[in-house]
């Protein structure tokens, strides 16, 4: 089965992280794709370019010559009411970290897939959190993927939510470097009849129009540039809804569900609660299941939102915890983690005050063994009856903790 | 669209009532440039032959094609007196801008 | 004049950049307004942070009367091929996708999209109005301010009067890309720019536009003296007329003398310290671009 026919429902096809999201995309079918090669994304945009080639994808695509620009041809696309899709990952989401803040403001639903991976300096291809995990402010949902399957059917949602006129706001997808992006996995791939049935075409609220034509991308000075900050904020809230819903509907029609803005693991009854994002997740899953089978009262909790950050209901699984640690792949020099900070902040009047550990591992691309897990679990232990460090960086070459 | 109107604006309620991100209609203003001004062009109709140069030559669009000759539109001239210089024929002066209650 | 006459030198009445908060006498705003009369309502324009952008758009007073949208300071170009690519992918008819930004806006933090646009073939207009400084945030020093210009990040002080470099060739640099149609116009010489506009809309592919569009303020002139001074740099050669069309340059008007350069410079107070060697600088860098304009539109 080659990559370029397409498939049905029924069918696996081993494909990788990348290629996962190139599908996705595909059969959003964007009216434009405006992107800029970078290590680890290029796969996808590779993919997207041999379609419209071949001729079995109708997108207008952008050789753009910045990642800048990338976005910046996104938005105009998008201000004419067209679908559009972009792909990025590190340096270059930093190079258009302006535009994330203008298409947000902006309210152009616009989809992009994030390669997570290392900023420099020093240089560093392989994956981290850090770009992504930096631009939380940027306006954009951000969902981090853990599996191929779920970055083909989240690419799809990804247009459902941002569409949305109770939402409309640009989404960033984010799969680890290399990790996700280049690893293969079976994955089904959905019929072009069965996404279109799901994802309309795009209608626009606010656009440029022949017919009725408008000024866009205006000023606003200090008597009105709040009124479309609280607009934006609250149309980011509303997207955990939104969300909810059109999962609702991708299950109904294909008979996959991802549990919403959260995903918790084996986390009723746990003493203590690892949070985590990303593909990581699988690694801490196995060491629950094997501290679980040891006695050790263990669980996950898996964050697949952290645009809109979902406090309440990290608040509502971690309720019995004695301790909560959050395992990242980055973090704010000087401070901590920013999913770290962002967590406590949350916890702050947590009924069961739960001691917040924050383990800052896989920078770079540094592999989180299984073994590395189980030890955060039983430092986390360990933190429920002795004071320690609060934040700490896992397997660092040297002899002292950090 | 000819020429916008000037409308009044009455700010909206609330942020629902906001357009949605900066996206409005096209050609909506609000108020004059005509404070602007220190000095206003009068044009003397009997010496004007109709050229147009200050019709092509104003930054403002204040100068209006009437009939065969020209006029001028107060509510956005900033007396900036580009069409007294460029006028061949001599037949725009600059006066000193009336009182803001005159007319 | 006769009425038939004086219909046929008629632009259309509608005004498209109406009510905007332009200086007094803004030579940018006119050569946005001349353009959109030829242009028509069909258009998407973009335009970039500058002056244009910020004197017509500032809620809820919106001088534009068409389609129009700010862009990233940088991302002009880029934003216009995103909305050529999406009018060829919803398949709209009869329009024009044209820009309008200013010298910094082009040649200096624009020039990579612009660039990029150029070598895609993007089917637009980009004009580029030139005051020669960022003119919008206070007249500082951009790649377009020409030698010797006082602005205020390049002040005539006792080490360094005013700008120590020449400008930019944009005119040049956008034709050595091999684009489509590209002209030098001036806000004073209005029936060459409507040409050189008309021109631009029928041509399919990349167009590019340069005219000098003089600032009052900026350049320290009166508020009437904007297409005096536009025709003073015509005259002495400082600004050249030329088309780029079809891979030919063609100047369209060489004048076998030019007037004195130091009376066009003394007219404006960007340039009222300019010394003697200044003056030569000046001369002998025009004489140079003549000269390599005249050799590569094949004439002497």
């Known amino acids: 089965m080659t990559s370029s026919s397409l498939a049905s429902n029924t069918q696996s096809h081993f494909i990788s ?91 152009f639903p616009i989809v992009m897939m994030n390669a997570n991976r290392a900023l420099a300096l020093p240089w560093n291809i392989y994956g981290d959190q850090q770009d992504s995990l930096a631009l939380l402010s940027g306006g954009w949902i951000q969902i981090y993927i853990e599996d191929a399957q779920e970055a083909l059917d989240m690419t799809i949602q990804a247009f459902a939510i941002a569409e949305h006129p109770d939402v409309l706001t640009p989404v960033m997808l984010n799969l680890d470097g290399f990790v996700l992006t280049h690893t293969y996995e079976p994955v089904q791939i959905p019929a072009q009849e069965a996404v279109d049935a799901f994802l309309p075409p795009f209608r626009a609220v606010s656009k440029m129009d022949l017919d009725a034509p408008t000024n866009m991308g205006f000023t606003a000075g200090p008597a009105h540039y709040t009124e479309f900050k609280v607009q934006q904020h609250r149309a980011m809230l509303e997207a955990t809804r939104v969300a909810a819903e059109v999962d609702a509907e991708f299950a109904r029609r294909f008979g996959r569900s991802y549990g919403g803005a959260v995903t918790a693991y084996r986390c009723e009854d746990a003493e203590v609660v690892l949070v985590t994002l990303g593909s990581v997740a699988g690694t801490v899953r196995d060491a629950v299941d094997g501290l679980r089978g040891r006695g050790v009262a263990v669980g996950m909790l898996k964050l697949r939102f952290m645009r809109p950050f979902p406090g309440h209901e990290i608040e509502q699984v971690v309720s019995g915890a ?47 063994s299984r073994a590395d897990v189980e030890q955060m679990f039983v430092d986390l232990i360990a933190a429920t009856t002795q004071p320690c460090e609060r934040v700490r960086f896992v397997n660092v070459q040297e002899t002292n903790n950090v | 669209m000819p020429k916008p109107k000037v409308r009044l604006y009455i700010r909206p309620s609330s942020p629902k009532v906001y357009p949605v991100g900066p996206c409005f209609m096209a050609g909506h203003l609000v108020e004059t440039n005509a404070s602007w001004r220190s000095e206003r062009p009068l044009v003397t109709v009997l010496l ?26 107060y509510d956005f001239c900033k007396g900036c007196g580009i069409c007294v210089h460029e006028c061949t024929a001599k037949a725009i002066t600059m006066v000193p801008e009336r009182g803001p209650n005159d007319v | 004049m006769s009425e038939a006459l004086s219909a046929k030198l008629s632009l259309p009445d509608d005004e498209l950049f109406l009510g905007h908060k332009a200086c007094a006498g803004c030579g940018g705003s006119l050569a946005v307004r001349l353009a959109l009369k030829v242009l028509g309502e069909r258009c998407f324009v973009v335009l970039p942070a500058g002056c244009m952008s910020a004197v017509g758009f500032l809620y809820p007073q919106l001088a534009f009367g068409c389609n ?18 999406a009018a060829r992918a919803l398949k709209l008819r009869d329009y024009h996708v044209v820009g309008f930004a200013g010298d910094g806006g082009t ?141 030919h340059y063609r100047i369209n008007k060489s004048p076998r003398r030019f007037k004195p350069i130091e009376e066009h410079l003394a007219s404006q107070k960007r340039f009222a310290h300019l010394a003697k060697a200044d003056i030569a600088a000046i001369e002998k860098e025009r004489d140079g671009r003549w000269k390599r304009l005249q050799r590569l539109s094949g004439g002497g």
Not at chain 1, 50 to 68: I, K, P, T, Y
Not at chain 1, 337 to 346: D, L, N, Q, Y
């Open chain 1, 17 to 107: 992280g990348n290629e996962a999201v190139a599908w996705g995309a595909r059969l959003a079918r964007p009216h434009v794709i405006a992107a800029y090669p970078i290590t680890p994304q290029t796969v996808v945009i590779e993919r997207l370019a041999e379609w419209v080639a071949e001729g079995q994808l109708g997108s207008e695509f952008l050789h753009v010559e910045s990642e800048h620009s990338a976005l910046s041809a996104c938005m105009g696309a998008s201000a004419l009411g067209a679908r559009s899709f972009t792909a990025s990952s590190s340096q270059g989401l930093l190079y258009m970290a302006e535009c994330l803040h203008y298409a947000s403001g902006g309210r």
């Open chain 1, 322 to 368: 004695r301790a909560v640690g959050v395992l990242e792949k980055d973090v704010s020099f000087g401070n901590a983690g920013a999913v770290f900070s962002e967590v406590a902040s949350t916890l702050a009047g947590a009924a069961n005050r739960p001691v917040l550990l924050n383990f800052v591992a896989g920078l770079g691309g540094r592999d989180i």
């Open chain 2, 48 to 73: 004007c032959t109709g050229c147009q140069r200050c019709v092509r030559a104003c930054p403002d669009g204040a100068v209006l094609r009437v009939g065969t000759g020209v006029a001028i539109d």
């Open chain 3, 68 to 85: 129009a949208i700010i862009s990233t300071f940088a991302g002009t170009a880029s934003m216009m091929s995103g909305i050529a690519a």
């Open chain 3, 107 to 247: 040649a200096d933090i624009g020039l990579q999209a612009l660039s990029g646009a150029i070598d895609r073939r993007e089917n637009f207009i980009y004009i580029c109005y030139d005051n020669e400084a960022y003119m919008n945030t206070g007249v500082q020093k951009s790649g377009l301010t020409p030698f010797g210009a006082r602005t205020t990040t390049s002040p005539a002080g006792k080490r360094a009067a005013g700008a120590r470099s020449h400008k930019k060739d944009l005119f040049e640099i956008v034709a050595a890309h091999g684009v489509d149609y590209a002209a030098t116009a001036t806000v004073a010489h209005s029936y060459d720019y409507i040409r050189k506009v008309e021109k631009a809309r029928a041509t399919v592919g990349t167009s590019f536009l340069h005219v000098l569009a003089p600032c009052p303020t900026g350049w320290g002139i009166e508020t009437d003296q904007t297409l005096e001074v536009a025709r003073g740099a015509v005259d002495c050669g400082l600004w050249i007329q030329a088309e780029y069309e079809g891979g």
